[in-house]
């Protein structure tokens, strides 16, 4: 009898540490001159599917001197990025994308973000805000 109920637990406990996050994985990250946060949300139930949701913020007093910018996103599952975009009046860059992935991206994960504007370059991670 204790050996059944052993197993019995021991099932419920596996499965309880398997179960899905409720709600995006939230990403933030700060540099000199930036402040991003990108929140994700797996579908990989639904197919290989992953929606992200990007917001950059330019630190500095006048946003139109950045111009034209890039940046690009890299995490254990993959890269993203976007080129020859621009920040709104207020700093501001966000954008919503889906894309395929070939694996679910965790908590844990530390994904790392690169940006380019005019001559520079800014490299800096992006950890879980949980």
Do not use: H, R
């Amino acid at each position: 009898m204790k050996k059944i109920f052993f197993i019995v637990f021991t099932m419920f406990l596996m499965c309880g540490c398997q179960a899905k996050d409720k709600g995006p994985l939230v990403f933030k990250g700060k540099s000199e001159n930036w402040s991003v946060e990108e929140k994700v949300y797996s579908n990989l139930d639904k197919g290989n599917e992953e929606n992200k949701k990007i917001i950059l913020e330019y630190k500095g007093n006048d946003a139109k001197s950045v111009g034209d910018f890039e940046f690009k996103v890299e995490s254990p599952n993959g890269q993203w990025g976007i080129a020859d975009i621009q920040l709104n009046d207020k700093g501001v860059f966000m954008n919503d994308s889906k894309g395929p992935v070939s694996k679910k991206i965790f908590k844990s994960d530390e994904l790392k973000i690169i940006i380019n504007w005019k001559d520079k370059t800014e490299s800096f991670p992006l950890k879980n805000i949980e």
